[in-house]
């Protein structure tokens, strides 16, 4: 096994439409700032909350703080924020995302302004910040922490979804009209903030939108089947962008669209990520490590590629009946039937939704090998990995490997560690193909 | 006759230490041990000459080298990387045919691995970047009662109370220990319920890849009878122990030299 050096600290990409995602960031920022500027209403708000789409139909500019968090760690500029939180009383066991974003508005506020060299100009002061319970608690506890340092009204919804052996049947109407019931809440509390009501047909357009894009996405993910990988996944963390912060924008469609053509031609063609493919690699969970993605270009170089990912598109493209006819309620179904889509599979096999998607998925991507990355600081993330992994044991015997540090905290991160167990990994891949 | 035998060299570059041993056909020739030191290539230089000499050979007389461990990109002579999990396995199968799992405690991580009657891994876990998973934990309780690495084993075979340790954090449980020392525990006893709490986890790796006997202790943890009799009693099964457990990794290495697997 030969090693070789890295010194970079991102990683080279395999698709042109993903070195095309450094501007959809910039602008997210650059947008927000431009709204400030017009007297628009701009909010903090959280990925993946389902109510993406409404924010997009108030005219409401949102500033993803969670990503915010992320890019400061791409580009190595989280110590003085997290830094910051934890001399404001933050433990570092706290979600790193929420201590870098509490960090910077702490500093913003002693500095009475952006800290200088924030990455993408900073993040604006928002008019509001919006919160949800979807995925974790810190998402609904990190703006009414905030509150410290901002003198802005927070509103935070709750998504819910069914233990899996619930009867889905019997519960399904209470849990959507619960969660129309929290859309509604939020719509009115924006109302409010905003002077505005609501313009449902600009809602039904931006879900539209949202869901072409995300169409296109999953039909992208079906295409990396292919031998050899036309997308790795570090791609796939860059092409997230779109989906997660241009729902409901035709900018998302619009890269979606290209990356879909992009994508097939690859395929067609037969252009691998790298010139040889070795190992196909299943990204099984935990936020990336933001802080070195080179680290999957450092796979590559001894002919692993991580062929797809469970991180991040969440869900596939689900079928809403066609009797619901008004947007809110639509988002609450569309909500629960994401949140339920492998229930069904889980209760006929191992009983674990996650394990069935991952089951799913090294069957049709011929892996090899699923790698975990545990981030210290996000439970949400990381409880589970290492009984999937253990339940994944009876049903497949491919390597399965978990390395640790955290999503953007450098300080747990050991890269003698994870070299010797990268080499170690391979070299059972290497000794399995070779038995 | 001589001159048709051929030797090999396995050089495994530690945090702590650095080995080097020499093989013919996996017979073991030579093995050498230093400290790391400030230059891992000199001291790397350094051990790997020595088993040379002590055989009576030149370098030219070598047919094949593989590094290993954590320092193994300063090899300062061309030579094959190989992680130290393979290294561990091929080791331990030569030394032991009939060892399924694989225990390594070095000063900086301890590693477990599984492995296929051939000596291949199958599965492996690796301590988190953690002193308490590690070597240095013993070295820093060592320092605070005054006993030297070598009389940590037998002193704490004397125990009739180990104490029981409130943390699994080498950092808390030095300053447990200072006042475990205040409140008139006994040495033997400290040590002893500093190895129990290493066992508990060295034991939680090992079920972590599924144990399977026969078990196999290597590295420098296998020289303290203390650590190597807790971990039995923790995971409720013999301990194998091969004789020199910090060179058995170099060991391993030298053999996966000479048979030049695909790896
Ligand atoms: S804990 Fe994880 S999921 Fe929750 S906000 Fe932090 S990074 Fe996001």
Redo the contacts with the bound molecule.
């Keep these: 096994m030969e090693q070789k050096e890295q010194t970079k600290t991102t990683a080279v990409k395999g698709t042109d439409m993903a070195r095309k995602v450094r501007g959809l960031v910039k602008n997210i920022y650059r947008s927000a700032h431009e709204a400030k500027a017009q007297g628009k209403k701009v909010a903090y708000m959280?990925v993946s909350s389902q109510y993406d789409e409404i924010i997009r139909a108030m005219d409401v500019v949102p500033i993803p703080t969670?990503n915010y968090?992320g890019l400061c760690a791409a580009k190595r500029e989280m110590d003085r924020f997290l830094l910051k939180a934890e001399a404001d009383g933050y433990s570092q066991v706290l979600?790193?995302?929420?201590r870098i974003g509490l960090g910077f508005d702490s500093l913003r506020k002693e500095l009475g302004g952006i800290p200088e060299g924030a990455p993408d100009g900073g993040m604006p002061t928002p008019d509001m910040m919006l919160g949800s319970s979807a995925?974790?608690?810190?998402?609904y506890k990190?703006f009414q922490a905030a509150g410290r340092y901002l003198d802005v009204p927070t509103y935070s919804i709750d998504v819910v979804w069914p233990p899996v052996d619930a009867d889905l049947k019997a519960v399904r109407d209470h849990y959507i009209q619960y969660q129309k019931e929290q859309f509604q809440g939020l719509i009115s509390f924006m109302e409010q903030q905003t002077g505005k009501k609501l313009n449902k047909e600009r809602l039904w357009e931006t879900i539209r939108l949202s869901d072409e894009a995300w169409r296109l996405w999953y039909e992208i993910d079906r295409m990396r089947v292919a031998i050899p990988s036309p997308m790795p996944a570090q791609d796939h963390f860059s092409v997230m962008v779109a989906g997660y912060y241009y729902p409901g924008m035709q900018e998302a469609v619009d890269f979606y669209q290209s990356l879909y053509d992009e994508v097939k031609y690859k395929v067609e063609n037969k252009i691998g990520v790298i010139p040889d493919e070795k190992y196909r690699i299943l990204y099984g969970g935990g936020?990336p490590p933001w802080h070195t993605l080179w680290i999957f270009n450092y796979f590559e170089s001894f002919g692993a590629v991580f062929a797809i990912e469970r991180q991040y598109r969440a869900y596939d493209p689900v079928e809403v009946p066609s009797s619901v006819k008004d947007p809110v309620e639509f988002l609450a179904w569309r909500s629960f039937l994401r949140a339920t889509q492998f229930y069904e599979k889980a209760r006929a096999n191992s009983g674990n939704p996650t394990v069935e998607r991952l089951l799913g998925m090294i069957d049709r991507y011929a892996i090899d090998g699923v790698v975990f990355h545990a981030?210290r600081?996000?439970?949400?993330?990381?409880i589970g990995q290492v009984h999937y992994k253990n339940i994944l044991g009876r049903y497949t015997d491919i390597p399965m490997m978990q390395l640790v540090s955290d999503?953007v905290d450098l300080r747990d991160y050991s890269e003698a560690q994870w070299k010797a167990q990268i080499g170690a990994f391979i070299e059972t891949l290497a000794g399995r193909s070779a038995r | 006759m001589k001159d048709y035998i051929k030797y090999y060299a396995g050089v495994d570059i530690g945090s702590v230490s650095i080995k080097a041993a020499l093989v013919s056909n996996r017979r073991l020739i030579a093995t050498k041990l230093v400290a790391s030191g400030a230059s891992y290539k000199d001291a790397a230089q350094k051990v790997l000459y020595s088993v040379l000499v002590q055989a009576g050979l030149d370098a030219e007389r070598l047919s094949g080298i593989v590094v290993t461990g954590l320092g193994s990109e300063s090899a300062p002579f061309p030579a094959r990387q190989i992680s130290d999990i393979s290294c561990q396995a091929m080791g331990c199968h030569y030394l032991f045919p009939s060892a399924r799992t694989v225990i390594n405690i070095g000063g900086q991580f301890t590693k477990v691995a599984k492995i296929t009657p051939q000596g291949r891994v199958v599965d492996f876990l690796m301590s988190e970047k953690c002193a308490a998973g590690s070597g240095r934990f013993l070295q820093v309780i060592a320092r605070i009662l005054h006993v030297t690495l070598e009389n940590i084993g037998p002193l704490s075979l004397q125990s009739r109370e180990p104490v029981e340790f409130s943390t699994n954090c080498a950092v808390f449980a030095e300053s447990e220990t200072v006042s475990r020392i205040a409140e008139g525990a006994r040495a033997e006893d400290i040590l002893a319920g500093v190895h129990r709490a290493m066992a508990i986890k060295v034991a939680m790796l090992v079920k972590g890849v599924k144990m399977e006997p026969d078990v196999v202790l290597m590295g420098g943890g296998g020289e303290d009878a203390g650590l190597v009799l807790a971990i039995g009693e923790a995971l409720g099964t013999r301990i194998l122990v091969p004789e020199q457990p910090r060179v058995s990794t170099a060991y391993g290495a030298a053999c996966l030299a000479e048979l030049d697997l695909a790896l």
């Design positions: 959280m969670e968090a979600c790193s995302y929420a995925v974790c608690d810190p998402r990190w936020l981030c600081s996000c439970r949400a993330t990381t999503m």
